[in-house]
């Protein structure tokens, strides 16, 4: 089984790191490749660094359907173009907010999510409620930090605890959501920090996928998800051309 | 990685299909075991069955928990006692409803359950709400077959493609959720035979308790889900003593 | 008229507070019977609790079913199983939740609930959902005083006042809900104190009884209330037999 | 204990006929008195009608007010002005939109409203919603028989009978409420004809009323519903002046 | 195009305040009359108040379709009477209360309304309810001037501007929404002072009907708004007459 | 005042036609511009199309700003881009569907979508739920003509008519908005044959604009749509670069 986890944005290091998260979770039949967007920008942290990020994501999905991959992780926490992605690609394609959320919404009954700057909280909140995880969404929270500083600043680990800690006491949440795939890396510790569980949506995206190839589940091709149809495009072609 | 299956119901040939369906889909490294319960009806079918068959995936729960096991699915489609046996749990508890609609999520915009008797439509409703799902959920379909009779009737399978084949239609949906645990060796065949996804609980709910034992994750201890306070019990015990 | 307040817990103190409270407001045609539930814990305060408590209302209902019982009271403020008491029930069956917010209902724009452990808020909160009270129920508020000792904490009265004082002021709520059966009798008292209504579920719920049976209205036996299908019981017999 | 039955339109035969039934159910301590409002259509059909009943109605209950009236029933299924007459009443006020759909969602899983004119669904749907019923409401019918012929026209019994036979169908509803006042006496015969539980407005909020009044408890007048703020009207003063 | 800006209250100084702000901002084409409601309150603080201004904002609509009036904007921010109004009158009738709302959910994610008394804040939600905005509006605030003292006293502006500051910090919100006709003329300066949009929804309720006069778009006549069915009224005509 | 109406397509016949809309009901002060996008698919009527025009409209926008346009139309009924445009934009911006639906919502009490294919019907249903108007939206249609047949297709204009009768039957619905740019030069004519406003986003969202801009009001710059932080792109510029 090939699963592919898009990185939306084009650092590589951010790739490699999100797929050695992948990694560590899948089973031994799963071969994983982290794939870093070819166009866009170098981190995503508004709505126009998003929607110029779509354009990569799918050129990548379409190059992974040329060579047969199963399944996709979309691995930025705004979920960038996963519908669009799920009208061309023939197995399944799961965001990392998607798969987070609905893994926290078994662990208790209410969760945060802790994120990188407040102007991405009203993304994390739509993504809440467009995959029905409202109810269990307590409340989400800025760190402010910059995604590129995740791995740079030394504080960051500690700031964000501390976030996670304040997310779970006014909230009253029984677990934490991290907001970011650049967090994907911390999740172990600091649930053990914590005492509650901490989700990193880039395992739990990948388990995910996972476990619908397994079923043989694919997307449905029947409605909304089907194949997009055919255009001409300026300049000239799409950009998986 | 240990997981039990259980078996709500009295039934032991169902508790074998499931576990054999569960078996299926598990990762080499996990060992499933089929659970019957030990109290309460021999099917369910109705509120009243519902709440009796409760005790039982309680007492299994805590006979599970002297043995270390690692997660539990609920394996029937109204998610019987999924809140007390999160108390009771260490690790993560499922219930089949819960995981099978989460996954159909991912691979359509809308589906339709197709159940059993038409009065445990308003469960369904219910646990589509409760998790969230309302939104994904176009439609719950009775084929007004008892539990007992989906392995006996020699007319169940089409009966029950014919409910699918009209709810997609009526319902303009992508995939289909099968809505009781007696249907999960149904899947493949039905996925292939009407071309959009069938999802089947008990396969979703096994890989789903597996993928978070394998991140590491439990059920929250910390809020709603913690140890239930110790009481007197009349006539003596509690059904686990 | 003959109306059974059943408290699903095995308290008998605390049944014969609640019957009193049932008397207190009946009407002259009408027997209020408390009674004391056979199976289960001396009082819920987790899911565990309420899932065990169950099979002992049901029992209880079944018993009034022989006798020609006109309708019940379940006199908890999680209503325990009510979905299967109707199903069992010919004449109407109501929670003290169910009655005592949509009272509350009446009386204001927004009300609070007080009730006993916070681990409970959670099922508080659901029933609000579940009976479209969500829109009223401005908060839900813990005064970690356990049910058994409501009534011997000599402190008790006092902190209840003080948890719906503040509760009011938070909340913005001109109405209050005492969220456990266990506080029945304190309503009066709290509403002369505190300056706004104070509502009591178990006069409540006996009185929309009540009002229900005047009108000559019993539960539906059209749809998802119709009599239980019947079945074999493991290890014999349900509850009641 | 008084009660006044306010009839919102200026007919007095739906008047006399609305307080036969509200004194059909009420305890034998309650004196029912219907009040005629003295301002206004003589029936209503519209917003337009609607809007221009509620200032008799307000002036009819400060004409309670004066004499000590214990609680309010407003009789007409658009529940018009009931928040200003609460802003204005010391004791309950309930209209009989809100009372019918809270005492069927007691009944059943989920009802249908059989009206008047299809012009006033969607009033009606806008109460379901205002009270949290919009849950157990499946669907609202018109039998389009204005309100003024459903004593006069010979074949108003046979249409609505109809009207619900069809809802119950179509809607999968467990019971049916009545939309209109001058429906109240058709209850019983329509329960026991059509095997559903079949629930009029004007009882079920006597009852309503009757009861809060026995449990000592009045509209709060912490918040919205405080006594309104004196002003200057023109031509000179408030329709009650 | 003649618009008609009815004031609800018979304040005629807050009139002409009104009727220069909505043709601040009006197309040079368009005609702005500001109507003095000659019956009901001085001004609206309550259901009360709101209930009694309804008839008079009635009698000026039928006289507006008399003369041929192309639309109507009414001035309170309690919306009182447009279902009613959108009955009687042919061309578009917007409250501003509904337009202030929808041109604020443009302009950021999030908006709060600062009011006059604390006691409007229920039927300020119950509108962004009824419009589809509670989505945008993240908060109501009162600032506890009286409408009538909003001129006069010397305070007002300073007080009101403490509020909207106070409100975009604890809403985190975008904008503002000014929740009163008195309040109209003094946006463009809170604007400028607070660094966020502050709307009025005189001036958008003004432009929303002079943008569906000049696209020919007219109030429906099919459904719910169609004109009311003729009726008698007591004591002999409806306050048009 | 400048305001530009961008067509995220790249068919100029297009352009031309929704220009011509936007100014037939524009202000004299007010120059519209109708904008080609320069990147992207030729239609749109996928996730995956939409995905890919909004470089292009993006990129518009940002043109837009170095010559000081006033505010923008985005004039696909998708409404791409809308939020990122909005962190671009120093004025208004306004999609199409956002507009059409506000404009219905003031007309009547629900209203009908006739979109072009299907596979669009979910990104309606998604937008009428973004902008709080799913209470007003009964329905969504599809006619099943392509985006660049509307033009072409000799029977277009009547097929469209006939689904709008059909959607005002099916749903009950007092108006229709028709749900496709290139539908917006039928909207008159359409309203005149079926007798029900029939609302064109273009003409609606052009005057919206207008009216946020005659009232002084921009696109806030305090929370999410604040200027996007600066960024490295791959291969090396934004498409506005």
Redesign the interface.
């Known amino acids: 089984m090939r699963i592919w986890v898009i990185n939306p944005n084009?650092t590589r290091a951010m790739t490699d790191m999100i797929a050695h998260c992948g990694r560590a979770?899948a089973?031994?039949e799963v071969i994983i490749t982290g794939i870093t967007?070819?166009?866009?920008?170098?981190?995503i942290?508004?709505?126009?660094?998003?929607?110029?990020s779509?354009?990569?994501v799918?050129q990548a999905v379409e190059r992974g359907e040329r060579t047969g991959v199963d399944g996709y992780v979309i691995a930025c926490f705004g979920d960038p173009?996963v519908?669009?992605a799920?009208?061309?690609a023939t197995g399944?394609?799961?965001g990392i907010a998607?798969a987070a959320m609905?893994?926290a919404?078994?662990?208790?009954?209410?969760f945060s999510i802790v994120t990188t700057l407040a102007?991405t909280?009203?993304q994390s909140a739509?993504l809440a409620?467009?995959?029905?995880?409202?109810?269990?969404c307590r409340g989400i929270h800025a760190c402010e930090i910059?995604v590129l500083e995740l791995d740079t600043d030394p504080n960051a680990r500690k700031v964000i605890a501390e976030a996670c800690r304040e997310a779970?006491e006014v909230d009253?949440?029984?677990?934490v959501v991290l907001g970011c795939a650049g967090m994907a890396d911390m999740?172990?510790d600091l649930?053990a920090e914590l005492?509650?569980?901490v989700?990193?949506g880039v395992?739990?995206a990948t388990?995910?996928v996972?476990?619908?190839v397994?079923?043989?589940?694919?997307?449905?091709k029947?409605?909304?998800?089907?194949p997009?149809?055919v255009?001409?495009?300026?300049?000239g072609a799409?950009?998986a051309g």
């Open positions: 084009t979770v089973g031994p967007s070819e166009i866009g920008p170098e981190s942290e508004s709505h126009y660094d998003e929607a110029l779509v354009p990569g799918l173009g519908d669009a799920r009208e061309v399944p394609v799961i998607e609905q893994a919404s078994h662990l208790g009954t209410g102007r909280i009203g739509h409620e467009r995959y029905g995880m409202q109810r269990f910059p779970i009253r949440s029984d677990a999740c172990r649930s005492g509650v569980p989700v990193d395992s739990a388990l995910a996972q476990s619908l397994t079923m043989g589940l694919r997307t449905s029947r409605g909304e998800y089907a997009p149809p255009k001409r495009y300026s300049p799409p950009p």
